[in-house]
């Protein structure tokens, strides 16, 4: 007999980090991420070069996590070769009216969650909440979710429908994946 055990996610709200007073603390164990949160997205959201969320806990205003957005293309430049690129936009199902040479989409730029809720599917949540952005409000146009991923959430990443987009990829710390918003607006 398999137990399945639930696991309670706490309600939090997504709020721009620009209007946050003060971050106070925050700790995902990754020194990176957390001096991005504290010291730098406040100043990419100031000189428009991403925007950051943070999701806070209503009650308390814990941040139980955040992340940051700017816009990105897929293009036939991020491909090996022509050859590549015409591939992967026929299994995207584009048609050859709209075989353009890049296609819009907008870059999951940092996603990290406080060790004090890890495990509670946030970071799962945030994913589908940056879906939901991009096909029930699309305001400009945006066909794919695009992020440099670090070797270790690969998993994470699959497990919420992102695809490596080159097969041959030799970065030794990220991969680059992307999530067809297609998908989800069919």
Do not use: W
């Not at 209007?19 to 997205?41: H, K, M, P, Q």
């Not at 816009?71 to 048609?95: H, T, V, W, Y």
Request: hydrophobic letters at 40%.
């Amino acid at each position: 007999m398999v137990q399945t055990s639930e696991v309670k996610t706490p309600a939090f709200d997504v709020v721009r980090l620009s209007s946050l007073e003060s971050i106070g603390n925050f700790d995902c164990g990754d020194a990176d991420l957390n001096d991005f949160i504290l010291n730098r997205a406040v100043l990419f959201d100031k000189y428009l070069l991403a925007a950051s969320y943070a999701c806070v806990n209503p009650e308390s205003g814990q941040i139980y996590a955040y992340f940051s957005l700017a816009n990105d293309k897929l293009a036939m430049s991020d491909f090996k070769d022509k050859s590549e690129f015409n591939r992967f936009r026929k299994k995207r199902g584009f048609p050859n009216e709209k075989r353009l040479k890049s296609y819009p989409a907008v870059k999951l730029c940092r996603l990290a969650v406080d060790n004090s809720v890890k495990g509670k599917r946030i970071g799962s949540m945030i994913i589908d909440i940056i879906k939901y952005m991009f096909v029930a409000n699309n305001k400009t146009g945006c066909r794919f979710l695009t992020v440099d991923a670090y070797l270790g959430a690969l998993s994470f990443y699959e497990g919420n429908g992102f695809r490596q987009m080159l097969l041959e990829d030799n970065d030794p710390h990220t991969r680059v994946m992307y999530f067809d918003l297609i998908d989800l607006a069919a």
